[in-house]
Each structure stands twice: as C-alpha cells, then as structure tokens.
C-alpha cells in the first residue's frame, strides 16, 4: 500500500508538472512566442546542486527582500517625500487655492507622490518573506505543509521591460498551484532551491 501511495503521489506530481508547463505557455505573449522565448519551468532539485555544499544546518531558514531592492525603494521613498515637501512649501509662499473659482493644481500634485512615498516606504520596510523549516514552506503570512505539496519548481517569464520575472512556484495536492513572484529577494535561486530540498526530504511525507 505504502508503495502504491508513492507510485501515486509521484504520478500526481508528474501530472501537475506537465499542467504547469502547459499553462506558463499559454500565459506566454505573442512577442514571446514569436521569437521562441518560452518560460523556463524547472524543479528546485535542478537548482540546488550547486549551493548544496554550502548550507548551514538549522532548524530554519528565513529569505527576505534583498538589501539593493531596499535602499532603492528608501531612496525613491525620500525622493518623492522631498517632491511632496517642495509643493508644501510652495504653497504655503502663495496660499491662493483658486483660479478663477476653481481650486488651484497645487494640492492635486500632491496625491499620486504622497501615494508614492506611502508605497515605497512599505516596500523598503516591508517584512515580507521566505520561512522554511522541516514542517514546510510559509510565503508571508501563507503557511503550506510539505506533505501538501507535489512539487516546488522556479518559473522565469520573459518580461516586456524588465528582462524576466521569476517565480516560486508550488503545486498542491488537490491541484492548487501557488506562484509566489520572487523579483525582488535577489539572485539566490540556487541557494533558495537548495534549502526548499534540504527541508523537504527531512519534512513528513518524504
């Protein structure tokens, strides 16, 4: 029975993997696949070889944004901050608000970068992050149990601007795939797969 469950479980997870492919394709542009650029699906298990040497032994392991994406979003933070400043002041020199009866443009040049600040800051402060252990696998405040999960692969995208967008991405049993966009924690893949492989095969059900 044991052996008839893994044969299963296995099955399911080769089953989801071509379902994944499948569906990275059609979400693909028209660009894209004009010129043959299709996403990059692999397993963490294809990443983690050459990190595996180098992971520490812990009960956990927690990856957050990276620090250049921090100070970047403090810096446009404190840009933004030193715009929405200026147009105080300017309008403190000339208090008038209206032009012919209709409210002058100051106030509204406040909104989108006082908006702007509140979102950068966030960003810069954020504490979003990846938390492993051997129980599974918590996306911010979204927890999975390994023994829930058929298979953890990183997915690129081919991006209009950016290059490509890249993804943690997990299929469930019950056929649930969670993508979770990793762009901003930096160049780790490797020791991120490595980490995900080393906790799930010291996790329950593997």
């Known amino acids: ?21 499948e569906e990275e394709n059609r979400k693909n542009n028209f660009v894209n696949k004009l010129f043959n650029a299709t996403p990059g699906v692999n397993d963490t298990a294809s990443w983690a070889a050459e990190y ?3 992971i520490v032994d812990s009960d956990e ?3 957050r944004y990276s620090i250049s994406y921090r100070i970047c979003m403090a810096c446009l933070a404190g840009l933004a901050f030193f715009f929405v400043s200026f147009v105080f002041y300017k309008i403190a020199l000339h208090p008038e608000t209206s032009i012919n009866g209709k409210a002058g443009p100051g ?3 406040l909104v989108l970068p006082f ?13 979003a992050c990846i938390v492993l252990n051997a129980k599974g696998i918590r996306l911010n405040k979204k927890r999975y149990l390994w023994k829930d999960v058929l298979g953890t692969y990183i997915v690129k995208r081919r991006g ?17 795939v969670v ?4 762009d901003h924690y930096g160049k780790f893949m490797a020791e991120l797969s490595a980490y995900i492989e080393r906790y799930k095969k010291s996790g329950a059900g593997h």
């Open 1 to 21: 029975m044991e052996k008839a469950s893994s044969f299963d479980r296995q099955q399911a997870a080769m089953d989801a993997w071509y379902d994944l492919i």
């Open 52 to 54: 595996a040497k180098e």
């Open 61 to 63: 392991k927690r990856f």
């Open 107 to 109: 106030p509204f040049l």
């Open 115 to 127: 908006g702007f600040v509140i979102l950068a800051a966030r960003e810069a402060l954020s504490r």
């Open 160 to 176: 209009k601007k950016s290059g490509r967008k890249c993804f943690l991405v997990l299929t469930m049993v019950g056929g649930e």
């Open 179 to 182: 993508r979770y966009n990793v």
